[in-house]
């Protein structure tokens, strides 16, 4: 009963603490963070010993299984040189690093013991920099080595502590041994990771329960983790690769509903665990702190060392970032600028070394009998809870500082637009090869509601403030419909004259319809109203080449919605002789009218703001 009180206190102090932050806008690992230290030393709060085997089995496999899953596999081959510096060479250097900064300062520290420290604090922690990268926005390339190195570089680090407490209880350091483990740890755990996916996805492929689904998915993290470190291999890396795989094929194992189902479990289980280990986090500040005190060395030293611990491992990564970038990786162009990155990023990359619960489970794997253990444990609590808040807070201002670009909401307004449009073009193409008797017009009706789609995710550009587009004044009829069709079903549902399980169907359905009303509206809330200069350049595309962007008409209108008396939604002008005309959201959709009846290839928007132009030919955008 005890721990399962402690269990709902921990949840319960979760999700107030998280619901605090949103609302003071303060991000939630920090509150949490504090919230833990403080209980921590409340008598009457029960002391929490996080065991590392909790930590490396029951919560690291799900955690880095939801990331995995959410990691873009074509992003993360594409990052791959960077993601491999960091989570393999920067750990190993790390290590050495604080191995030497640990021995200038407590010189009698046996080498293997400062090695098997370095190894614990080297990797930077997966749930941090998720928690906290993506909440600040930085630039997406940024974000995908991040997540990247945090997921693999766990496997590094284990290897180099289980190395080093094996040298330090006397057997010895054989360099070839340690190259063989390593491979042994990082091939095994691939293998483990690819078997398990091809396994599940021919199992998937049986399945048509989505209940089924998501529950084989919640087995696959665990089941993975443990079958790699039987075997000797790396659970890590199991975990990793199977998630990124399983998600990455996931539109072509799974149906509709199991995707949604899983991704819905998937995003609730992160939630929970992500915040969960930020309190615990907190939660181990008393028992650490009073173990150092007990320590024969005095409070000066344990300061100076835990101090000297914490920046060597933040300047040994900024040390690394660097030269990596420009001897190593040399990054080439970002598809939105034709640039390689500024500088600037890798800064942000060497700023955002958050470290986390690995670190500190890691850390309890050191044997009781090591000398200075005590002091040790307390020097990985400081990296931690130093990395955290002194990186953690000041990266909103170090990104701000360096005027390092957040992803565009605009940007992924007319991306989004511009993929749905090619889609749409791949699906007229594949219904004007089918052969139906269409007697009630229904190809007409599937063609216009494709259309209405593709509309609303283009009037989602739309930055005037004044207007409503003709989406969202629907979104916002049509939830006001559903506020009452809900209410009547729920009053027949309490009359009992229908079958509960056709009434839970018919809100099912209604919820389905009204999160996608809310979603859309939640996009276009976000998106900013901004001047700035076109960072496309329609590569690949020889009419937007031809085409560059120019200045709009000074007050643009549409001729023929004034000649015809109707009304505009967005107005396009033409790239070749300069035509205004309405977008396709409009009634009358004059500027495509002028494409069909001249076959100019290029239009640009004549919107405030706005300055991406389109090809009517190759269906694309810049």
């Known amino acids: 009963m005890d721990i399962a009180l402690l269990l709902c206190g921990i949840a319960v102090a979760v999700l107030v603490a998280t619901a605090v932050a949103e609302r003071i806008d303060v991000p939630a690992p920090f509150l949490l963070i504090a919230v833990g230290v ?3 030393y409340v008598p009457q709060v029960p002391q929490v010993y996080l065991d590392h ?19 873009s596999l074509v992003d993360f081959n594409a990052n791959r040189r960077p993601i491999l510096l960091l989570s393999v060479g920067l750990v190993v250097f790390t290590a050495a690093g604080v191995a030497v900064v640990a021995r200038m300062v407590l010189p009698d520290l046996p080498w293997a013991v400062a090695l098997a420290l370095g190894a614990v604090v080297a990797p930077p922690d997966a749930v941090a920099a998720t928690a906290i990268g993506r909440r600040i926005g930085l630039p997406r390339r940024v974000v995908t080595i991040l997540e990247g190195e945090s997921l693999l570089n766990d496997a590094t680090a284990l290897v180099a502590l289980r190395t080093a407490l094996a040298v330090a209880a006397g057997t010895g350091l054989d360099a070839w041994g340690v190259t063989l483990d390593f491979v042994v740890a990082a091939g095994g755990g691939v293998l483990v990771g690819v078997l398990f996916f091809v396994v599940v996805a021919k199992v998937r492929r049986l399945l048509t329960d989505p209940v089924i689904d998501s529950a084989l998915s919640l087995v696959v993290p665990f089941a993975a983790y443990v079958a790699a470190e039987e075997l000797h291999a790396s659970g890590v890396l199991a975990v990793v690769v199977a998630g990124l795989l399983l998600g990455h094929k996931a539109p072509v194992l799974q ?33 650490i702190v009073e173990g150092a005190a007990e320590s024969d060395l005095g409070l000066g030293r344990i300061v100076a060392f835990c101090l000297a611990v914490l920046a060597a491992v933040v300047v040994l990564r900024m040390v690394w970032v660097f030269p990596s970038r420009y001897l190593l990786v040399r990054p080439g162009p970002e598809l939105e600028t034709g640039k390689p990155p500024p500088w600037t990023h890798t ?43 002194l990186q953690g807070l000041t990266l909103p201002w170090v990104a701000r500082r360096l005027q390092v670009p957040a992803p565009d909401p605009a940007e992924d307004a007319l991306a989004r637009a511009t993929l749905l449009q090619q889609a749409s073009k791949a699906a007229f193409e594949e219904l004007d090869r089918l052969e139906y008797d269409d007697p009630h017009d229904v190809v007409g009706l599937i063609r216009q509601r494709v259309d209405q789609r593709n509309f609303a995710a283009w009037e989602r550009l739309g930055t005037a403030a004044d207007q409503e587009s003709p989406s969202d004044l629907y979104g916002r009829v049509r939830m006001a419909m559903i506020d009452a069709e809900r209410r009547r079903v729920l009053e027949i549902r309490g009359s009992g004259s229908t079958p509960a399980d056709v009434v839970a169907d018919v809100l099912a359905m209604l919820d389905v319809e009204e999160s996608m009303l809310t979603v859309a509206s939640e996009e276009r809330a976000e998106l900013r109203v901004v001047q700035r200069e076109s960072r496309r350049t329609g590569a690949g595309c020889d009419d937007l080449e031809r085409h560059p962007a120019t200045d709009t008409v000074d007050d643009p209108a549409c001729e023929g919605c004034l000649r015809d008396g109707t009304q505009w939604v967005a107005l396009r002008q033409c790239l070749t002789c300069g035509h205004v005309g309405c977008c396709d959201s409009s009634p009358r959709q004059h500027a495509t009218a002028h494409f069909h009846d001249t076959a100019h290839p290029v239009m640009q928007s004549a919107e405030p703001g706005e300055d991406w132009r389109w090809c009517y030919v190759h269906h694309t955008t810049a």
């Open 255 to 287: 149906s509709a509903q199991s995707r949604i189902s899983e991704r819905l479990n998937w995003r609730t289980i992160a939630f929970v665990l992500e915040n969960t280990v930020f309190l615990l986090i907190g939660l181990q500040a008393w028992w």
């Open 53 to 71: 085997d909790v930590v490396l089995l029951g919560l690291l496999p799900p955690l880095l299984y939801a990331a995995a899953q959410q990691t």
């Open 38 to 40: 403080a209980a921590s």
């Open 347 to 389: 800064f942000i990359l060497g700023w955002a070394g958050m470290r986390g619960v690995v670190t500190l489970a890691a850390a309890f794997v050191v044997p009781e009998d090591t000398p200075y253990r005590e002091v040790l444990l307390l020097a990985a609590f400081t990296v931690v809870a130093g990395t955290l808040f």
